[in-house]
């Protein structure tokens, strides 16, 4: 029996095995196995998992081919996703993947997504950065063509998704509206990053004149759902020898990131 982890209940062991059952089913390469795949995958006995299958079945979270006696999973499980948020699957995956990057660069990171014509800072270690200068970053709304990140996702999210938000910018009457209404200049700004294979910002942003940045995407299923940026002063360190010293590192981790959402299947929409 597992520990209670503080609390006074005991371990339910048919949950356990049922998630496991799910687990190996989700990961089954051709989306569906017999129960002799599914007892060599969990080690469980094939009485138990065809109980625990039937059970799913009644459920409606698996369902039988009676041609074959395999099993796969059915469309109600993709309810129980439906609660899932930015804030889980960034907690759950990204938190840990930006800590140990933050023991490499030192300067402090920033997890950003889609927030309507802005940049919304999902997580960050400026909070825990001993060379970060703005310890409230959490929530923060940036703009997308004068930030790294913003940039970042710009340049590679869908063209129809680029084209909306880019639309929704030129709604407005500021800096970004009039940078967002010039084409040549955003599609010069587009070709660069993805040439670069990452986005730079170097005092674009005018109110945070001192900074610059670099940032490159997170992909999920070939989509660019957020970007993960560096960010340091200027005065401290160049764009280009910090596009050396931290896209690699940037790079990694952010592959990381994807490699993590892959095994778990498709994080919401941002």
Same mark, same amino acid.
């Given at each position: =029996?597992?520990?209670?982890? !503080?609390?006074?209940?005991?371990?339910?062991?048919?949950?356990?095995?049922?998630?496991?059952?799910?687990? &190996?089913?989700?990961? $089954?390469?051709?989306?569906? $196995?017999?129960?002799?795949? /599914?007892?060599?995958?969990?080690?469980?006995?094939?009485?138990?998992?065809?109980?625990? /299958?039937?059970?799913?079945?009644?459920?409606?979270?698996?369902?039988?081919?009676?041609?074959?006696?395999?099993?796969?999973?059915?469309?109600?499980?993709?309810?129980?996703?439906?609660?899932?948020?930015?804030?889980?699957?960034?907690?759950?995956? %990204?938190?840990?993947? *930006?800590?140990?990057?933050? #023991? #490499? *660069?030192?300067? @402090?990171?920033?997890?950003?997504?889609?927030? !309507?014509?802005?940049? *919304?800072?999902?997580?960050?270690?400026?909070?825990?950065?001993? *060379?970060?200068?703005?310890?409230?970053?959490?929530?923060?709304? =940036?703009?997308?063509?004068?930030?790294?990140?913003?940039?970042?996702?710009?340049?590679?999210? @869908?063209?129809?998704?680029?084209?909306?938000?880019?639309?929704?910018?030129?709604?407005?009457?500021?800096?970004? +509206?009039?940078?967002?209404?010039?084409? #040549?200049?955003?599609?010069?700004?587009?070709?660069?990053?993805?040439?670069?294979?990452?986005?730079?910002?170097?005092?674009?942003?005018?109110?945070?004149?001192?900074?610059? &940045?670099? %940032?490159?995407?997170?992909?999920?299923?070939?989509?660019?759902?957020?970007?993960?940026?560096?960010?340091?002063?200027? #005065? $401290?360190?160049?764009?280009?020898? +910090?596009?050396?010293?931290?896209?690699?590192?940037?790079? %990694?981790? $952010?592959?990381?990131?994807?490699?993590?959402? &892959?095994?778990?299947?498709? +994080? @919401? &929409?941002?």
């Amino acid at each position: =029996m597992r520990p209670s982890r !503080g609390a006074s209940y005991t371990h339910v062991q048919g949950l356990s095995r049922g998630l496991a059952l799910l687990h &190996a089913l989700n990961r $089954a390469p051709k989306g569906w $196995a017999r129960i002799a795949e /599914l007892s060599a995958e969990t080690g469980l006995h094939r009485t138990t998992v065809r109980r625990l /299958l039937e059970t799913l079945q009644d459920e409606g979270y698996v369902r039988r081919s009676a041609s074959d006696d395999s099993y796969r999973l059915n469309h109600k499980i993709r309810q129980l996703s439906d609660g899932f948020t930015d804030d889980e699957w960034i907690s759950e995956i %990204a938190n840990p993947v *930006l800590g140990e990057l933050l #023991k #490499k *660069l030192v300067w @402090p990171s920033d997890l950003c997504t889609l927030d !309507g014509d802005c940049m *919304l800072v999902r997580e960050t270690t400026h909070r825990f950065s001993p *060379l970060s200068f703005h310890r409230a970053m959490i929530r923060q709304r =940036m703009p997308i063509l004068f930030t790294s990140a913003g940039r970042a996702w710009l340049a590679f999210c @869908p063209d129809e998704e680029r084209q909306q938000v880019l639309n929704l910018i030129r709604q407005g009457n500021d800096e970004q +509206a009039a940078f967002a209404r010039n084409e #040549k200049l955003i599609d010069s700004l587009i070709d660069k990053v993805r040439a670069q294979g990452y986005a730079s910002n170097d005092g674009e942003w005018r109110s945070q004149e001192r900074i610059s &940045a670099l %940032a490159v995407p997170i992909f999920n299923q070939d989509k660019a759902i957020a970007a993960v940026n560096v960010v340091f002063l200027r #005065k $401290a360190l160049g764009v280009g020898e +910090a596009a050396r010293q931290f896209v690699p590192e940037l790079q %990694a981790a $952010a592959e990381r990131i994807r490699q993590t959402l &892959a095994v778990w299947g498709t +994080a @919401p &929409a941002a």
